[in-house]
């Protein structure tokens, strides 16, 4: 996520917390997070990566172009941060005692997080990794990607200029690999666009076929609006996946893409209600 937007979001969110007087309990967890990610990005100097002709014909070879061992992370920023994002979302979790030890201990250890954080890029699953280390693995995962968005995020802005839209189309993230977690239909076209989960990386994919399986049959795709047609989502049936997605056609005000994740969190509830499923 750029520094404008967040700044965006902050200003949004502040609006609507002296409008109602306070803020929903996930929205507000939401807002604590995003400050601790701005702060941590404040603190980042510019990402670094060698654009070699090998680099730059990754995206025609369906490979993302950065890879795990071109992440030049500082390992104690991320271990720090991982404790941050530990405090806000388990402070309430007396419950959860020994788990949260469990996630201080991978933090704390330069080793162990770094492989954590190696299997969660190149997209293994952590299955195994958060048994033996007695975590749940969604949150193990929520937690990783939470701190991690603004490295991520921080490429993202660099190297996105380097991706040939019109010749992608996959399923996954030309710049970290990720995974979508929302769409939007852009004003111009109504083309369909994709946004990756962990670098928030924007770019198209076809307006028929699922973005996680890649199911094309009309039949076994579909798409679900509201009244003023404003929010769509798309569901498949071969998979039971959904993803969320806005039509900026129908959108009169400045859409933050970011915050928008957020404001549509009852359409999730009403995907799974209906039995489809998140697929990350």
């Excluded at 056609?249 to 549509?264: F, H, N």
Aim: proline share 3%; net charge negative; charged share 25%.
């Amino acid at each position: 996520m750029r520094r404008e937007e967040e700044a965006k979001i902050l200003n949004r969110l502040e609006e609507w917390e002296l409008r109602e007087g306070q803020l929903p309990e996930l929205v507000e967890v939401y807002r604590q997070l995003l400050l601790i990610q701005r702060e941590a990005r404040s603190r980042l100097a510019g990402p670094k990566l060698s654009l070699t002709d090998a680099v730059r014909e990754r995206p025609s070879q369906g490979i993302p172009l950065l890879s795990f061992q071109e992440l030049a992370l500082n390992w104690a920023q991320v271990g720090n941060l991982v404790h941050e994002v530990i405090n806000l979302v388990t402070e309430d979790s007396a419950d959860a005692k020994n788990e949260v030890q469990a996630l201080r201990n991978i933090a704390s250890s330069v080793a162990l997080l770094e492989e954590v954080v190696r299997v969660w890029y190149e997209g293994s699953s952590l299955m195994a990794i958060a048994a033996a280390q007695h975590v749940d693995d969604q949150l193990l995962t929520f937690v990783l990607g939470t701190a991690l968005k603004p490295f991520l995020s921080a490429y993202s802005e660099v190297l996105l200029p380097q991706i040939n839209q019109e010749l992608w189309h996959r399923r996954y993230c030309p710049i970290c690999g990720g995974k979508p977690d929302f769409a939007f239909l852009d004003r111009e076209r109504g083309a369909r666009w994709l946004l990756c989960s962990r670098c928030d990386a924007e770019w198209l994919f076809y307006r028929l076929g699922c973005p996680y399986c890649g199911n094309q049959k009309q039949t076994s795709l579909a798409y679900f609006t509201n009244d003023e047609g404003r929010y769509r989502l798309y569901v498949c049936e071969e998979c039971q996946g959904y993803i969320k997605a806005i039509d900026l056609r129908c959108a009169q005000a400045d859409v933050l893409l970011s915050l928008e994740r957020i404001l549509t969190l009852d359409m999730d509830r009403q995907a799974q209600e209906a039995g489809y499923k998140k697929v990350l």
